[in-house]
T-cell receptor, first 117, second 110 residues
């Protein structure tokens, strides 16, 4: 089946530093990838939609300068949390869509837990 | 507005008992419907999906769901729950963007 690898699974960083999270589709090409944020005991909140070779589309209220998304190839999208602060601590999950973004089935990475001290 | 409602925040069932998780949606067009399962600290795994056709869909791990257009529902069922089914379950409506419900946490007691 379709496998999405997300790395790292857990990262601790100091306030003010930047953190990069990678999302790779291992056995398929993903034109569209999604980045979500999940707070404890809550649902997934879509942050942005990432299309290969173009700028990401951010959801309302998500700071594009703080959460930099790059989708340079059909198998890799990265999320960089710039100048991270404790309030950025969260669980970040990526997914890759097969069949197009419209009805597409999403395959999820295992998530990255970010803790900002 | 498009939305997904999972009325039950958590449900506890005995191992071997049947399970039904409720999901109601509001969507302007014919929806694409999904159920995902999330184990603690993990990403989401697709259990099943409905795009069109037979309104009773079968998924992995013995789960099934029934699409009822008249009730705007897509409830998830399993005839006999196993302890390993304890997890968080998310109903989702797809389209240009996928909208997730708030989730239902399933506890399984021995």
């Amino acid at each position: 089946g379709a496998v999405v690898s997300q790395h790292p699974s857990w990262v601790i960083c100091k306030s003010g530093t930047s953190v990069k999270i990678e999302c790779r589709s291992l056995d398929f090409q993903a034109t569209t990838m999604f980045w979500y944020r999940q707070f404890p005991k809550q649902s997934l909140m879509l942050m942005a939609t990432s299309n290969e070779g173009s700028k990401a589309t951010y959801e309302q209220g998500v700071e594009k300068d703080k959460f930099l998304i790059n989708h340079a190839s059909l198998t890799l999208s990265t999320l960089t949390v710039t100048s991270a602060h404790p309030e950025d601590s969260s669980f970040y999950i990526c997914s890759a869509a097969i069949g197009g973004a419209t009805e597409g089935i999403q395959y999820f990475g295992a998530g990255t837990r970010l803790s900002v001290l | 507005a498009q939305s997904v409602t999972q009325p039950d925040i958590h449900i506890t069932v005995s191992e071997g008992a049947s399970l039904e998780l409720r999901c109601n949606y509001s969507y302007g067009a014919t929806p694409y419907l999904f159920w995902y399962v999330q184990s603690p600290g993990q990403g989401l795994q697709l259990l099943l999906k409905y795009f069109s056709g037979d309104t009773l869909v079968q998924g992995i791990k013995g789960f099934e769901a029934e699409f009822k257009r008249s009730q705007s529902s897509f409830n998830l069922r399993k005839p006999s729950v196993h302890w390993s089914d304890a997890a968080e379950y998310f109903c989702a409506v797809g389209g240009f963007k996928t909208i997730f419900g708030a989730g239902t946490r399933l506890f399984v007691k021995a």
